[in-house]
């Protein structure tokens, strides 16, 4: 089975709940929608249990815009980054490492972060903007309306960024392929439009992080509940 995977914002403990209704099994594909970490303060557990299902699993890390700020921020040196990280939580994604590490963002301590963060910025190397999976593109946030014929598609900073009243979500990538995204905490349900399903189901806000299984085309919420992919 292929799984895409919402957004977890260091949600740990509503990982290991959908990972254990999904009972996977050899063989089985999870590919991550990005947005690993900040908000919630559990980095280091997320990045092991993140590092130890690429071990068991074939796993696909998509991008998020927070990896985005992240990577411009340490490996770019933008310290114009900073503003975002301190708004968006980059200070609870460094608690757990003390308060040295929380001042090291407020100092743009850019070295300091990297030692920090090197489990993550290790996972950051190996990371995609999208895939293509049957007759899905899974991404971090969404398309603009003229990248929806532009093949190969060439990605842009918005697509990290992209909120749904930017997206066209009547219309199919290429003509075919359904967008398959997060970024966007619209409900506790997924959002479903004939080009595009929403999985950030709030696994960021103390909520829940949600898995679209491709092969059953539904969305499997980290209590258990099942949404089918039926269009509106
Ligand atoms: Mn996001």
């Known amino acids: ?11 740990v403990r509503e990982l290991e709940r959908l990972l254990g209704i999904l009972s996977l099994q050899k063989g089985d594909s999870l590919i991550f929608l990005g947005d690993y970490i900040n908000k919630l303060p559990d980095t ?19 991008k998020g ?3 985005f700020v992240w990577d411009r921020y340490l490996n770019g040196k933008e310290t114009t980054r900073q503003e975002f990280l301190l708004r968006y939580g980059g200070k609870e994604a460094l608690h757990e ?13 850019i070295s300091a972060i990297t030692h920090y963060l090197q489990p993550y910025l290790d996972l950051m190397q ?5 895939l293509i999976v049957d007759e899905y593109i899974a991404l971090h946030a969404g398309l603009s ?12 900073e918005e697509n990290y960024f992209l909120r749904p009243k930017h997206i066209p979500v009547q219309k199919k990538y290429l003509g075919r ?9 619209l409900a506790e349900e997924p959002t ?3 080009g595009y399903i929403n999985i950030d189901l709030g696994a960021g806000y103390g909520k829940y992080l949600g898995a679209y299984a491709i092969e059953k085309r539904m969305v499997i919420r980290s209590d258990g509940k099942t949404f089918p992919f039926i269009p509106s």
């Open 1 to 11: 089975m292929k799984y895409v995977i919402g957004d977890i914002h260091a949600n």
């Open 44 to 62: 280091r557990e997320t990045l092991s249990l993140l590092s130890a299902l690429k071990d068991e699993y074939a796993c696909t890390f998509i």
């Open 65 to 67: 815009n927070h990896e």
């Open 97 to 109: 490492y003390g308060e040295d590490a929380t001042k090291a963002l407020e100092n743009n301590n």
């Open 126 to 130: 190996e990371m995609k903007d999208w």
């Open 145 to 156: 309306a003229d990248q929806y014929a532009e093949s190969p598609l060439i990605f842009r």
């Open 177 to 185: 392929f359904v967008l398959v995204a997060g970024h966007t905490h």
């Open 192 to 194: 479903v439009f004939p």
